[in-house]
C-alpha cells in the first residue's frame, strides 16, 4: 500500500461529542498506514450559536498529537490563511468532516484555496436532522468541491446522488468505538457504581436529548412496557427538560426513570452501557447514530427505529431489534419480549460476532481504496 500524506479537517480533542470522537479515531486508524495531520479548529462555533461550552480537556482518550488548531469557521481571512497552511503540507489528499451546512461557507472557501490535491467528505449526515430552506443549496455548492465522499448509510447515499449524481461514494457502515471501554468494568461493578440493584432489569437511553432521537416515543411506551422494567435517560437536555419531565408524568412513569441530566465525560461513559441490559435509539429520523456503535464497542444489544442507516447497521433479533418509528407500543412489546424470553446473553453474542465488521482498520481500508 502506498503511503500517502493526509490532511484530516475537523472537530477533536478538546470538541466535545461523537463526531470529535470520530474524527479522533479516524486519524489513528489512517496514521497505520499513512502520514497524518490533523487540522482542527480555532473557533468551531461563534457563542450565539452555541451558548454552551463546546470543549472539555478532562479526559485525553480522543487526543491526537500535534493536531493544528488553525480554522475560524467565521472568519474567511482566517480560512483563506488557513488554506495556505494547508497547503505547505503538501498532501496528497484532504478528508472534511461534513454534518452539517452551517460549515458551508468555510468549506467552501477553503477548498476553493486547495486546487489540484484530492478532496473528500465524510458525510456524517448528507442534509441536517433540522432541515432549513437554504440546506440543499448549501450542501450541494459545498460537497461538490470534493472528488469523493464516503457516507454510512444507504439514505445518505441516495440523498447524495439526488444533487451530485456523478460523485464518486464510498458506503461503509460506521465503525464502533470500543475506546470506551477503559476499565472492562463487570455489570455488577458498574451497577453498585450506579447505586442499581444486581437484579434490576435497565434500559438505556443516552446521549444529547434532541427532538428527532424519540425521548418521547419511549416515554410513551414505559407505560406498557412490565413495571420492574426500569429506565436511565443519560445525557444533556435543552430548554425542553420540563416538558420531558411532564410526559413522564402524564403517562405515570416518573418513578420508573432515573434522568442523568448533563454532559457525560468520556471516562464515565462505560458504566452505564455495562450495567444497562438493552439501549434504545427510538428515532423518528436519522442517518445514523453514534450511540448504536458505542453500544456495540461496549457489547451492549440496541432497539433501533427502522429509519435511515439503523436497520444497515442493526441486525433484527441478532444484534439488536429494528422496529418502526412513533410506535410506542413496538417499543414496548419488543422490550417487555427481551426480558421475559431472556434474550439478553444471546444477543449480546451476536454482537460481539459482528466486531470486526465495525473496526476503524476496515474504515481506513475503504479509505485508503478511494485514494488510489
Known sequence: MDKKKIVVIG???????????????????????????CVSYKMQYPKLL????????SDKTFEIKDTKYLINTANPFNIIKSASEIRKMKPDAVIVSWWHPYFAPCYMILLSHLKNIRKGFICHNVFPHERFPLDRWLTKNTLKKGDFAIVHSAMDEDDLRTILPGMDICRHVHPSYDVFKVRDISRTDARHELGTSEDAKILLFFGFVRKYKGLDVLIRAMKDIDKEIILYVVGEFGDDREE?????????????????????????????????????????????????????????PVLVTSVGGLPDVVDDGRTGFVVPPDDPNAVAETVNRYFNENLREEIRAGVKKEQERFSWDKMAEAINGMLK
Open 244 to 300: 420531558y419531565i411532564t410526559m413522564m408524568k402524564e403517562n405515570g412513569v416518573y418513578d420508573r426513570i432515573i434522568i442523568k441530566d448533563g454532559y457525560i465525560p468520556n471516562s464515565e461513559v462505560e458504566p452505564y452501557f455495562a450495567a444497562a441490559d438493552l439501549c434504545v435509539c427510538p428515532y423518528h429520523s436519522a442517518t445514523q447514530s453514534g450511540i448504536v456503535q458505542i453500544s456495540f464497542g461496549l457489547g451492549l
Open 50 to 57: 452555541m451558548k454552551k461550552e463546546q470543549r472539555d480537556y
Open 11 to 37: 472537530p477533536v480533542y478538546p470538541y466535545k461529542g461523537g463526531i470529535s470522537h470520530y474524527t479522533g479515531l479516524l486519524v489513528k486508524a489512517l496514521s497505520k498506514y499513512n502520514d497524518v495531520v
